[in-house]
């Protein structure tokens, strides 16, 4: 379990991002995914990341600094209604951007709400991710609010329609529920040694 998480900073521009002195993590989704409720439900904080109802709201890259150890990152989300040309042009500046940066990524997260069907977006996402070539692993989020099939129909749907590799992690969770959460700690910590 985690013992000491700290809220570091948000981060607006590329210029601001703190120096790369841990090793970094970082979760990307769809909004309105689960992201901030992730953050909290994983770290065992009560409200350090903004649950929103508001889609979109965050604009920003949110640094937690866990045990002195690690970066965990909230990225904005992407695929919220109505939003103008230019807010999401800045979304992709900010995003590739940092994830291009040189520094010292250990994984994304893409988190998903499992009850969706993956649409262009998700798989745009993916592209880019297997482009930036950093490990990632799949958060399917979420499964408190569907049955047993239907959880593992959607995780064969996922991995087809978004052509999930083999090797790659697929994680079954609710951050609502707190469920799923000891396989993503336990492979952290590989990730981390
Ligand atoms: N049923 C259910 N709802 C969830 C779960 N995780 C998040 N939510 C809800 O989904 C909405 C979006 O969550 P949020 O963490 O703000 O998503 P973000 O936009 O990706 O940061 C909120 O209303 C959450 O309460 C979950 O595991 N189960
Ligand atoms: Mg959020």
Redesign the pocket.
């Known amino acids: 379990m985690f013992k000491r998480v700290e809220f570091l900073k948000s981060v607006y521009r590329l210029e601001d991002l703190p120096p790369p002195e841990y090793p970094e993590i970082a979760i990307l989704g769809r ?1 309105n995914a689960g ?3 992730f953050i909290n439900a994983f770290l065992n904080q009560k409200k350090i ?4 109802s508001t889609p979109g ?2 604009q920003a890259l949110n640094f937690f600094l866990v045990d002195r150890k690690f970066f965990l990152v ?1 990225l ?2 992407y695929g919220f209604a109505k939003v103008p040309k230019e807010v999401y042009k800045n979304w992709q500046i900010l995003i590739e951007g940092y994830l291009r940066s040189p520094r010292d990524f250990r994984l994304l997260f893409l988190i998903f709400d499992i009850r969706r069907t993956p649409d262009e977006l998700d798989k745009a996402l993916i592209k880019f991710v297997n482009y930036l070539k950093t490990p990632y692993a799949i958060l399917l989020n979420k499964i408190d609010s569907l049955s047993k099939k239907d959880i593992e129909d959607q995780k064969e749907t996922f991995s087809k329609s978004l052509k999930i590799q083999e090797k790659t992690e697929i994680f079954l969770i609710s951050c609502k529920e707190k469920l799923g959460f000891e396989p993503i700690r336990a492979f952290l910590k590989k990730i981390l040694k």
Do not use: L
């Not at 990341?49 to 929103?52: D, E, L, N, T, W």
């Open positions: 909004s992201k901030s409720s990341a903004r649950v929103s709201f965050t909230d904005p989300g």
